[in-house]
């Protein structure tokens, strides 16, 4: 009696498992063989499986690109390839085909930057190039809190993330007419009125974000206005 019990019981846990027709059996097959060669020509990673239910049926197959779409962008729009057809059909980015505002506000002062960045500004004796500079829409202001008042260095950063992939340049404490500013950056950088993705204004508007590392060019055009 208890042989019997305790088979009864290990049938119960484990009963057997249903065997599944040819046509299942060749589907699964198929749909393996087609992920080893995808992960052998790189265009999925070994991740990549396909998920068998108990009841014999099966889900699809998800295939996880080994790039992602920011990965993808970037790659695509500066494939020389990319370019050549899209000028033919007359859709380029307009990071490439947008046209740079001009310069209206022309330097009035003449910087010494020296290799920290750092550059002084005007001195009180250059009264016509103070006066030139409080006239201007916009004011970028220095930073502070330097020990025994010494005078702070432009509020101009440069920033990498993504695993030093992404370089960017930060503007801080813009003051006035940000609009106007960001005319005059686009001219100076060269920069098209219509690119939209090489300059942005953080959510807070306290920051100006550049794409690529232009700290020295910017650094140059605030001093140049007698920031």
């Given at each position: 009696?208890?042989?019997?019990?305790?088979?009864?019981?290990?049938?119960?846990?484990?009963?057997?498992?249903?065997?599944?027709?040819?046509?299942?059996?060749?589907?699964?097959?198929?749909?393996?063989?087609?992920?080893?060669?995808?992960?052998?020509?790189?265009?999925?990673?070994?991740?990549?499986?396909?998920?068998?239910?108990?009841?014999?049926?099966?889900?699809?197959?998800?295939?996880?690109?080994?790039?992602?779409?920011?990965?993808?962008?970037?790659?695509?729009?500066?494939?020389?390839?990319?370019?050549?057809?899209?000028?033919?059909?007359?859709?380029?980015?307009?990071?490439?085909?947008?046209?740079?505002?001009?310069?209206t506000i022309e330097p009035f002062f003449a910087p010494t930057i020296l290799p920290?960045?750092?550059?002084?500004?005007?001195?009180?004796?250059?009264?016509?190039?103070?006066?030139?500079?409080?006239?201007?829409?916009?004011?970028?202001?220095?930073?502070?809190?330097?020990?025994?008042?010494?005078?702070?260095?432009?509020?101009?950063?440069?920033?990498?993330?993504?695993?030093?992939?992404?370089?960017?340049?930060?503007?801080?404490?813009?003051?006035?007419?940000?609009?106007?500013?960001?005319?005059?950056?686009?001219?100076?950088?060269?920069?098209?009125?219509?690119?939209?993705?090489?300059?942005?204004?953080?959510?807070?508007?306290?920051?100006?974000?550049?794409?690529?590392?232009?700290?020295?060019?910017?650094?140059?055009?605030?001093?140049?206005?007698?920031?």
């Amino acid at each position: 009696k208890h042989n019997s019990s305790s088979n009864i019981t290990q049938q119960s846990l484990f009963p057997k498992a249903t065997l599944k027709s040819p046509t299942q059996r060749s589907s699964i097959n198929d749909q393996q063989s087609t992920i080893k060669m995808l992960s052998s020509l790189r265009l999925v990673t070994p991740q990549s499986q396909t998920s068998r239910l108990v009841t014999g049926t099966i889900s699809t197959i998800n295939i996880r690109s080994k790039h992602s779409n920011t990965q993808i962008k970037r790659i695509f729009k500066q494939n020389p390839a990319f370019l050549r057809v899209a000028s033919r059909k007359n859709f380029l980015p307009k990071s490439l085909t947008s046209q740079p505002p001009p310069v209206t506000i022309e330097p009035f002062f003449a910087p010494t930057i020296l290799p920290n960045g750092w550059s002084a500004p005007p001195d009180q004796s250059q009264e016509d190039i103070l006066q030139q500079r409080d006239e201007l829409p916009f004011l970028v202001r220095r930073t502070g809190n330097k020990p025994n008042n010494a005078i702070g260095f432009l509020p101009v950063y440069s920033s990498i993330r993504l695993g030093g992939t992404k370089h960017t340049t930060v503007i801080k404490k813009v003051k006035g007419d940000q609009d106007l500013f960001l005319t005059e950056l686009r001219a100076v950088l060269e920069i098209g009125a219509e690119d939209e993705d090489s300059i942005r204004v953080r959510a807070s508007g306290a920051s100006i974000e550049v794409n690529g590392n232009r700290v020295r060019e910017v650094k140059t055009w605030l001093a140049g206005l007698g920031f």
